[in-house]
């Protein structure tokens, strides 16, 4: 059995029908592990969300910003940007049953036999993964009783420094901005949002990569992440890094993460927005 992590699809169905003939992918035999965003901005979100949902146990996928969006659109809590290619899912006859199994995804996914944990865009430097891993459940059980309740609470940069006394809504909007957000912290361990650019573009602004924090407390397993087109594949003996841009014109990126030092596989991708750094 072959385990793969995929980067970002974003509605990029037929590069990711292409990456899975490239890997070989057998779902009676092998594993994928997407690191979230399956939908938004590319052309067949509808198909994608088909397609992965159909794997059934062959796929284990963690929520996007872009997965909780269609999911806040559909709950009446959000509304349709410009940019969005989300129609086709909310006109879908499936649709109710798609939503359900989206829904139903988690913020977090670990697996101690492989030494890796998935998540969509970054962890807090004060958190340990016993706190990640509660507060990521803490929102996946108010996503699961109350999804508008939890959407109409959840926009926001604030609070954007961990409190263990963080109670309600502000707890659960720090939570889902570190899973879906994150990409860098300040010198004082706040998460700082609108920062998108690659690390060489930011550095001037005194500001660090999430996962270069040097006394992070959730430090242990790899973390194998999406959601930094600018960043790129990145591969060290702390983070495996798989969002390569595939909606923007780049490669939709897999990398077969049992027994090793992970093996990259990506395809090339056809640009089905200006590039960005979303």
């Given at each position: 059995?072959?385990?793969?992590?995929?980067?970002?699809?974003?509605?990029?169905?037929?590069?990711?029908?292409?990456?899975?003939?490239?890997?070989?992918?057998?779902?009676?035999?092998?594993?994928?592990?997407?690191?979230?965003?399956?939908?938004?901005?590319?052309?067949?979100?509808?198909?994608?969300?088909?397609?992965?949902?159909?794997?059934?146990?062959?796929?284990?996928?963690v929520l996007g910003n872009h997965d909780l969006h269609l999911l806040a659109v559909a709950a009446g809590a959000g509304r349709m940007r410009g940019d969005d290619t989300l129609d086709e899912i909310m006109r879908a006859p499936d649709r109710e049953e798609l939503l359900a199994w989206l829904l139903a995804r988690p913020l977090l996914h670990e697996d101690e036999s492989l030494g890796y944990c998935m998540l969509h865009a970054g962890l807090?430097?004060?958190?340990?993964?016993?706190?990640?891993?509660?507060?990521?459940?803490?929102?996946?059980?108010?996503?699961?009783?109350?999804?508008?309740?939890?959407?109409?609470?959840?926009?926001?940069?604030?609070?954007?420094?961990?409190?263990?006394?963080?109670?309600?809504?502000?707890?659960?909007?720090?939570?889902?901005?570190?899973?879906?957000?994150?990409?860098?912290?300040?010198?004082?361990?706040?998460?700082?949002?609108?920062?998108?650019?690659?690390?060489?573009?930011?550095?001037?602004?005194?500001?660090?990569?999430?996962?270069?924090?040097?006394?992070?407390?959730?430090?242990?397993?790899?973390?194998?992440?999406?959601?930094?087109?600018?960043?790129?594949?990145?591969?060290?003996?702390?983070?495996?890094?798989?969002?390569?841009?595939?909606?923007?014109?780049?490669?939709?990126?897999?990398?077969?993460?049992?027994?090793?030092?992970?093996?990259?596989?990506?395809?090339?991708?056809?640009?089905?927005?200006?590039?960005?750094?979303?």
């Open positions: 059995m072959a385990v793969f992590a995929i980067g970002d699809v974003q509605g990029c169905d037929q590069e990711l029908g292409a990456l899975l003939d490239a890997l070989d992918f057998r779902p009676a035999r092998d594993r994928l592990w997407f690191v979230g965003d399956l939908v938004n901005r590319g052309p067949d979100s509808l198909a994608v969300l088909r397609r992965v949902r159909d794997l059934g146990d062959a796929a284990t996928v807090a430097p004060q958190w340990d993964l016993d706190t990640a891993r509660r507060c990521a459940r803490e929102f996946e059980h108010a996503l699961q009783r109350d999804p508008r309740a939890l959407f109409d609470g959840m926009y926001g940069d604030r609070p954007d420094r961990w409190d263990e006394g963080l109670r309600g809504a502000d707890r659960l909007r720090f939570t889902v901005n570190c899973f879906t957000r994150l990409r860098y912290v300040d010198g004082a361990g706040r998460l700082v949002l609108r920062a998108k650019q690659a690390p060489e573009h930011e550095r001037s602004r005194a500001l660090i990569p999430w996962f270069e924090w040097p006394d992070a407390r959730w430090q242990g397993p790899r973390i194998v992440f999406g959601h930094w087109s600018t960043l790129g594949y990145l591969a060290n003996a702390r983070v495996l890094a798989l969002d390569t841009g595939c909606v923007w014109g780049g490669r939709l990126t897999a990398a077969r993460i049992d027994g090793g030092d992970p093996r990259a596989v990506s395809v090339a991708c056809a640009q089905a927005r200006l590039p960005a750094a979303d």
